[in-house]
């Protein structure tokens, strides 16, 4: 019994660490379906995952949610939707998960979407690479840039 115990100690102690920063990221498909989802429905999907909306920084056409969770380097997930009144919404998913990022781009072409352009621009301040790409009826942007980390962001509309 004891070593039952001592073992659950241990395990409890090496396991514990690595779950705590275990943020959530949202597929590529799930992307794509939150889109279709009115500003309610999108409140309860993202807020049973673990994020919460930032009350202060949120306009009325803007919701931003933080993860509740901080990643090993201390950095917060963000999703965000916009919809201006009588359009679509646009998604976006910000992470700092490289591995993430290179597992939605690698799926990009079994879904459809084809590369329409690539540019560089400005977010929030640093320089980005933007990939652009459509599979008809979706629009989907993939960025990269740097601030304070390395930033992956995937954004999705239709």
Not at 5 to 29: D, E, G, K, M
Not at 71 to 94: H, L, M, W
Not at 101 to 128: C, H, R, W
Not at 131 to 146: A, E, I, K, M, V
Request: glycine fraction near 4%.
């Amino acid at each position: 019994m004891k070593n039952i115990v001592l073992f659950l100690a241990i395990s409890l102690t090496v396991f514990a660490p690595r779950t705590s920063h275990a943020q959530y990221n949202f597929a590529l498909v799930e992307l794509e379906k939150l889109t279709s989802k009115n500003s309610s429905d999108f409140d309860t999907y993202v807020m049973e995952k673990d994020y919460t909306i930032q009350s202060k920084t949120s306009t009325q056409v803007l919701k931003i949610y933080l993860s509740d969770k901080p990643s090993a380097d201390g950095t917060k997930n963000i999703i965000t939707r916009y919809q201006v009144p009588n359009a679509s919404c646009k998604i976006e998913f910000s992470t700092t998960d490289k591995k993430y990022y290179l597992e939605v781009k690698s799926k990009l072409g079994a879904m459809g979407f084809k590369l329409i352009n690539d540019e560089v621009k400005t977010i929030n301040g640093a320089q980005a690479q933007v990939y652009h790409y459509s599979n008809g009826p979706f629009q989907l942007s993939l960025s990269t840039y740097t601030t304070d980390h390395n930033w992956y962001v995937v954004e999705i509309h239709v």
